[in-house]
């Protein structure tokens, strides 16, 4: 008789122990999630993005805009977003991501190898997190994907607006110059 077997469990310590071999390695639940490098379109739109963010962010004093290899952590589960827009620490410079502030953004550009995770468990994790707006951004359908929590999901194609809590003014992003440089 064959028995089912459970999938592993993955810890953050048996995470940051795996190589540095150019792949991404989240954790999210237990579940190890492996993402192979960025396309060039992929990054391409994250830097006309952090272009487009930066000075926005910079005037009303958001905090940062943060690139992959800066993570959320949260509930022994952590991930490496495209993109987020969060506070910086405060006072000297932390070492780990453990106590670092909940992101007032968080930015995910889908690929044909990330599509799933970033509309399931990732998803949900930064749900969990708190992160009050998720923008999962494809390119192949020229769209955003608005996610905030307890309202509808919005799905943008033209022109996409975004003003955090707080904040008087709406940053107004023209998306057909976002894909098309």
Sequence with gaps: MHMATRPKRWTLAELHRLPDDGNKYELVRGD???????SEEHETIIARLTRILDPYVAVHELGLVYHAR???RYDGSEVEPDLMVRQPPTGA??????NAPTP??????ISGSTRRRDFGEKRGFYGEAR??????IDAEHRSVL?????????????RLGW?????????DIDLPA????
């Design 104 to 109: 007032v953004l968080v930015v995910e550009v």
């Design 93 to 98: 410079v932390r070492r780990d991501w453990e």
């Design 70 to 72: 800066a993570v959320v």
């Design 146 to 158: 608005v996610v905030r929590p307890n309202v509808p999901d919005v799905v943008v194609t033209d």
């Design 178 to 181: 976002l894909f098309d440089g």
């Design 131 to 136: 992160v009050p707006e998720y923008w999962i």
């Design 163 to 171: 003003r955090p809590n707080g904040v008087a003014d709406t940053l």
């Design 32 to 38: 190890l999630l492996v993402t192979p490098p960025p």
